[in-house]
């Protein structure tokens, strides 16, 4: 009875040792079926249609956010390049018989570029970054036609415009590294106060009148300098003219600071210059 269990357990024993050879020899012949894949050298008509329809994906990409402004023109012109790598990358393959492994990089680096793209359309101000360049350039012409129109004096537009260059300088150092929107809402607010401002004196319709009194008074100081020049004016006279302008200016000037100025108070400064005007006038 021992014996015949003995000649059992040896013929199990054989039976296990010779699944497991066959399980052994399997499991190399796939093993060496997929290193022959990989090394050995074929062409590859599935990794050329997927990197193709890639690459033109990626083209499309690149040029659907230059036209949004997700994309400067300095990034896309960067991706552009990459791309251009690729494809010739791509090209070399193409045209022989590869193994699988001499694509790896190539796909690699589609899937970095396609991450790098990814990322920086990511940034919602790209877009804001467009706007606000768009929104200092027409605050720059209010400002100017302003100017020009006599809405604006030359000391509230010089005043304005280096509120505009501040933020334009703070603009440049964000445009020129990657942002969040957060970063950017500080400037965005101070825009909006800088165009809330323009908006508010130019709506003044006093202020027009306001050049013309600065004007008069340039006019008249003009007058007395050249009047004691040339000795029409003497010493005494020009002196009294000159304190005379000089309150009237002072009095204009503190007056403009907070508000424009009423009817009464444009009558009364008028009359006033009118008055030393003539007097000047006599010496002439």
């Avoid at 990358?89 to 970095?112: A, H, N």
């Avoid at 877009?127 to 100017?147: A, C, K, P, V, Y």
Wanted: with cysteine; glycine share 6%.
């Amino acid at each position: 009875m021992k014996a015949i269990d003995y000649l059992k357990y040896l013929k199990g024993g054989y039976f296990k040792k010779k699944i497991l050879l066959i399980a052994i020899v399997l499991g190399m012949t796939t093993v060496l079926v997929q290193c022959d894949l990989v090394y050995h050298s074929q062409r590859w008509p599935e990794n050329e249609r997927k990197t193709e329809d890639r690459m033109f994906s990626l083209q499309q990409t690149i040029g659907n956010g230059l036209g949004s402004g997700e994309l400067t023109h300095n990034e896309a012109q960067t991706f552009l390049i990459k791309l251009d790598n690729l494809r010739r990358d791509y090209t070399v393959l193409r045209e022989r018989k590869t193994t699988q492994k001499e694509w790896d990089p190539i796909i690699t680096k589609l899937d970095e570029l396609e991450g790098e793209i990814k990322k920086v359309r990511a940034y919602p101000s790209r877009i804001d970054e467009t706007q606000f360049s768009d929104r200092m350039f027409l605050l720059q012409q209010t400002i100017g036609n302003g100017l020009g129109s006599g809405e604006l004096t030359p000391n509230e537009s010089q005043a304005f415009m280096t509120k505009l260059d501040n933020l334009r300088r703070d603009y440049t150092v964000l445009r020129e590294r990657k942002t969040t929107q957060k970063e950017w809402d500080p400037l965005i607010a101070t825009l909006n106060e800088l165009e809330g401002e323009v908006k508010k004196v130019r709506a003044y319709p006093s202020r027009i009148d306001e050049t013309r009194l600065e004007d008069w008074m340039i006019v008249l100081q003009r007058k007395i300098d050249d009047g004691m020049l040339i000795g029409r004016l003497p010493r005494v006279r020009g002196r009294d003219f000159q304190l005379r302008l000089d309150e009237v200016r002072r009095e204009f000037l503190q007056r403009i600071k907070g508000q424009p100025l009423t009817s009464d108070e444009k009558g009364e400064i008028s009359g006033r210059l009118d008055t030393l005007e003539s007097d000047i006038n006599n010496f002439w």
